[in-house]
């Protein structure tokens, strides 16, 4: 069965640091996405990302995030200076164009980012 | 604002026991109600959705309604298994396609074996 992959599966990074999450996409899915989730707590929304262009983001996805689909199959999401508070589960997801069948996401196994 | 209130915080059940998650939503655009299922140390996993055209929805031992005039929609797990035991979200979104999905605060099952 196709899968959602993310890369590392855990980083440690001083507070201030920048850090790269990398995914890689279901191939023929065509809408990605970033969540996150702090520990313990609920799976919170940061970005969706369509035809090369944001499609929507939440009040959490401020100046210091950033997304890149940089090829044809890696999507990133980009933290550029670091805080405490990012710290958080976060997983990245894909999901098909609108189809009769398949509406849901399928998420990967998610990168646990540690800020120190 | 948008949000998915989802109740309770953990259950526990016997095994072969019926096991009922329930969830309200607040924003009545909302048209599409998927349920993952999160094991320890993994992503959430699309179990079933259901979308606002329909009321019901069953697969297997598992089935879904939806209440929309009541903005409710339900989980069900009949003859639950061991396996049966993780962390399971409800959602809420306006369609697919880009749209955000809103998650509930999640419910941990417990099956006793």
């Known amino acids: 069965e196709p899968e959602v992959t993310q890369t590392p599966s855990h980083q440690v990074t001083q507070m201030g640091q920048e850090v790269i999450l990398r995914c890689v996409p279901i191939s023929n899915h065509l809408y990605f996405y970033w969540y996150r989730q702090i520990l313990g707590q609920k799976v919170e929304f940061l970005v969706s990302?369509?035809?090369?262009?944001?499609?929507?983001k939440s009040e959490i996805f401020d100046d210091q995030f950033s997304v890149e689909r940089p090829d044809g199959s890696n999507f990133t999401l980009k933290i550029r200076s670091t805080k405490l508070e990012d710290s958080a589960m976060y997983f990245c997801?894909?999901?098909?164009?609108?189809?009769?069948?398949?509406?849901?996401?399928?998420f990967g196994s998610g990168t646990r980012l540690t800020v120190v | 604002g948008e949000n998915v209130e989802q109740h309770p915080s953990t259950l526990s059940v016997q095994e072969g026991d019926s096991a009922v998650i329930k969830c309200t939503y607040s924003d009545s655009a909302s048209n599409y109600f998927p349920w993952y299922k999160q094991e320890l140390g993994k992503g959430p996993q699309l179990i079933i959705d259901?979308?606002?055209?329909?009321g019901e929805k069953k697969d297997q031992r598992i089935a879904v309604t939806l209440n929309k005039t009541a903005k409710h929609f339900s989980l069900h797990i009949t003859e639950t298994q061991p396996e049966d035991s993780a962390v399971y979200f409800c959602?809420?979104?306006?369609?697919?396609?880009?749209?955000?999905?809103?998650f509930g605060a999640g419910t941990r099952l417990f099956v006793k074996a």
């Open positions: 990302f369509y035809n090369n262009e944001i499609s929507e």
């Open positions: 959602a809420a979104s306006k369609g697919t396609g880009g749209f955000k999905t809103i």
């Open positions: 259901i979308r606002s055209n329909v």
């Open positions: 997801a894909s999901s098909e164009r609108v189809t009769p069948r398949n509406y849901g996401y399928t």
